[in-house]
């Protein structure tokens, strides 16, 4: 009928007649009856056709299990780089694929950061309560918290107006000049800018009684030990050092030869420049060997005298052993070669520098609390000590004899008022 429908007179002007085929046709087209359609309304987006059949396209590609390490057929480029889906795993409570799943706790995507980085986020949210979410720029957790800053910085600061650096600038320079003047004028150095941390004080935690009568019974264990210990082996000396001569044959108190005599004049200190640490307790005394200064002689309480490296390798060179209560004094002769030791347990020890032998020990019962040597170099056996009767004694080392007893001034200008 179609057909007829379509099928045209040889003129095409003419006009359709009454009774023509094409006539015919439009009157039985208009005459059938319309009936509606019976077929379901199919949807053939995302479908191709197989086999005479509309498939959906997922059902002619072949997906390839992740954990597969071959391939027994061809697979497309598009089916070799699919994302890894599928439905989720019925038995598993995160409701992840199987595929999906690379660690016990579900899926891990991998991303470049740095450790610096990681590191301040993770202890910025176990400190403060939130972090950085990785890849984006949003917070996550407490994100009030973040005006504080991170664990490794703080905010953003402001930056200063120019009125504030000036005015930081001329309180700087004032400070200065006072300092100065008071520099010329000769008065003591006093301190201007305190740090803030100056006013703090260390609060030691408080013991018990039980603690107390501990560390008292210890420290009396250890020194009548050290005292035993002294008095059966005497007097002993420990060289630290490599070489008690060098390859030239000198002595280690020699002073280096690169090394210059600097001027005597004392400064303020400027800065730090060593730490000697070696006395299990406090120092009573420090003295510099005579001349340049190269050694450095430390008295302390733990009944030990060491000698020190000022110049070069800071190191401690030589330790006595000669007391056995704390060391309450030192001095050098004029030449360094020898020294005095004054001890609470009552002794007077001349010591040889170099060697660490004991030369001569004085005891008189008496406690002493300093020991000077003379000062004229050819009387560097007489020693003048204070002893704690308030009279200071001569002693000779030569004979070990007390040779005047003279009484403290303050007594015999009292006498003599």
């Known amino acids: 009928m179609d057909l007829l429908e379509n099928y ?79 439905p989720a795993h019925p038995f598993q409570k995160d409701g992840l694929a199987a595929g999906l799943k690379n660690h016990r706790a579900g899926h891990v995507e991998d991303t470049h950061l740095q450790s610096y980085a990681f590191d301040e986020q993770y202890n910025t949210y176990h400190s403060m309560g939130y972090a950085a979410a990785p890849g984006s720029q949003a917070l996550v957790g407490k994100t009030a918290a973040a005006e504080a800053g991170t664990v490794y910085g703080s905010a953003a600061k402001r930056r200063k107006t120019a009125e504030e650096k000036a005015a930081a600038e001329e309180r700087k320079q004032r400070l200065q000049q006072e300092a100065q003047q008071q520099l010329a004028a000769g008065q003591p150095f006093t301190l201007t800018n305190r740090l803030p941390w100056a006013e703090k004080q260390a609060q030691a935690p408080e013991l018990t009684d039980e603690q107390r009568e501990y560390l008292a019974k210890a420290s009396a264990e250890k020194e009548v030990a050290a005292a035993e210990d002294v008095e059966a082996r005497g007097p002993t000396s420990f060289f630290h050092g490599k070489a008690d001569k060098d390859y030239q044959g000198r002595s280690w108190l020699a002073p280096p030869r690169d090394k210059k005599k600097e001027s005597d004049a004392c400064f303020l200190p400027k800065r730090w420049i060593h730490t000697w640490s070696g006395h299990t307790k406090g120092v009573n005394a420090i003295r510099f060997i005579p001349g340049m200064g190269q050694l450095m002689l430390s008295a302390g309480l733990d009944g030990r005298v060491k000698i020190w490296d000022a110049l070069g390798s800071y190191k401690c060179m030589r330790t006595y052993l000669g007391h056995s209560k704390g060391v309450k004094d030192i001095n050098f002769t004029n030449d360094g070669a020898k020294f005095v030791s004054v001890g609470y347990d009552k002794n007077i020890r001349l010591w040889d520098t170099e060697t660490g032998q004991v030369i001569t020990t004085l005891n008189t019962g008496k406690l002493y609390f300093c020991g000077v040597f003379h000062p004229e170099a050819d009387k560097q056996n007489v020693l003048m000590a204070g002893c704690a009767d308030k009279k200071i004694y001569q002693f000779d080392f030569n004979t070990g004899d007390v040779e005047q007893v003279r009484p403290a001034r303050r007594r015999q200008q009292r006498q003599q008022a």
């Open 8 to 86: 045209g007179g040889s003129d095409d002007d003419a006009e359709e007649r009454p009774g023509s085929p094409s006539a015919d046709a439009e009157l039985f087209k208009l005459s059938l009856p319309v009936l509606p359609s019976a077929a379901p309304h199919v949807d053939t987006a995302g479908r191709v056709l197989l086999e005479g059949k509309a498939v959906a396209e997922a059902e002619t590609r072949h997906y390839l299990d992740p954990k597969a390490r071959s391939v027994q057929y061809n697979l497309p480029y598009k089916d070799m780089s699919a994302v890894v889906v599928g």
